[in-house]
Nanobody
Framework: VQLQASGGGLVQAGGSLRLSCQAS????????MGWFRQAPGKEREFVAS????????KYADSVKGRFTISRDRAKDTVYLQMDSLKPEDTADYYC?????????????????WGQGTQVTVSS
């Protein structure tokens, strides 16, 4: 499975961005998908996850109420709507496919990863 993430960019604090990640084939349609991020000098961290049919979602506490994950199974695409962005949201954002059908925060459950898309939030 190949994952193509897009939608990153430079935005002012308080602004919004929408990230997209398309899987190369239907392999991901029965699996949970997730978003992670890695800021310079920091470890990769979980951001959000969504189950195979969108019925389950999980969010990191730091983004709850500001970010929304969704997916379009017909397009093999997962989205991350990011609102009320803060400078501390600045990072490279990665999408991934999980081995599990339900949303999970566990990095070890993700076995396919896309390339990162950079998000920079200016103060």
């Amino acid at each position: 499975v190949q994952l193509q993430a897009s939608g990153g960019g430079l935005v002012q604090a308080g602004g919004s961005l929408r990230l997209s990640c398309q899987a190369s084939r239907r392999t991901a349609s029965n699996n949970a998908m997730g978003w992670f991020r890695q800021a310079p000098g920091k470890e990769r961290e979980f951001v959000a996850s969504i189950g195979w049919n969108g019925g389950s979602t999980k969010y990191a506490d730091s983004v709850k109420g500001r970010f929304t994950i969704s997916r379009d199974r017909a397009k093999d695409t997962v989205y991350l709507q990011m609102d009320s962005l803060k400078p501390e949201d600045t990072a490279d954002y990665y999408c991934a496919v999980s081995r599990t059908p339900v949303a999970t925060m566990m990095t070890s459950q993700y076995n396919y990863w896309g390339q990162g898309t950079q998000v920079t939030v200016s103060s």
